[in-house]
């Protein structure tokens, strides 16, 4: 059973199942639980709307992108991520971050749990080797910084949207930007 089936409840309202807040609703998954459900979206969940497979990233660690999410969270951004100015409560999206050859690096992942950072939208951040293993969770310091430059489309960034290449390299020294990167903001006029 999904970690959404044990801590959500769910009525049906209108044909639409809605998220409704369960006991423990501030407490956040274990990081093996939460990626249980990154790995059931990893093999077959929606691509997050907007998104489409292999698109490319900024930097050559994650060089091709595939962004997926929970069922919750497309319906969300039916009309897309610039239209969503709040996630519900049990949005899961995954980022999976591919190398130049497509071969799975890391996987990141945001679930919204109602009360457990308001201050940072609530939002569970983690990322994963493709093993499982934990690189980071819970309230990532790193990755809210980075991602509170998204706050108008609560912490997430519509596919598409292009960081300058100064601010991909202060959130990520030392790592090379992709030349496919580079070549879509000079195209988009950007330095």
């Not at 490319?56 to 969300?76: L, P």
């Not at 919204?112 to 499982?132: E, F, I, L, S, T």
């Amino acid at each position: 059973m999904s970690i959404y089936n044990k801590r959500w409840l769910s009525a049906a309202c209108a044909g639409v199942l809605v998220p409704l807040l369960a006991l423990a609703a501030d407490k956040a998954p274990a990081p093996a639980a939460l990626f249980k459900e990154v790995r059931a979206l990893e093999n077959g969940g929606a691509l997050l709307p907007g998104s489409h497979l292999w698109m490319h990233g900024s930097r050559m660690a994650d060089y091709y992108t595939i962004d997926r999410a929970n069922a919750i969270a497309v319906k969300a951004a039916q009309h897309g991520v610039r239209n969503v100015t709040r996630f519900p409560a049990g949005s899961l999206y995954i980022k999976e971050n591919f190398d130049i050859h497509k071969v799975l690096k890391t996987v990141t992942a945001m679930l919204k749990v109602p009360g457990y950072d308001h201050a940072d939208r609530d939002w569970v951040m983690a990322a994963y080797k493709p093993n499982g293993q934990v690189i980071a969770y819970g309230r990532v310091d790193s990755c809210i910084s980075c991602h509170a430059i998204a706050a108008k489309t609560d912490f997430t960034f519509p596919s598409g949207a292009n960081l300058p290449i100064a601010t991909v390299e202060k959130f990520f020294p030392g790592q090379p930007i992709s030349p496919f990167y580079r070549a879509a903001l000079a195209k988009q006029g950007h330095p």
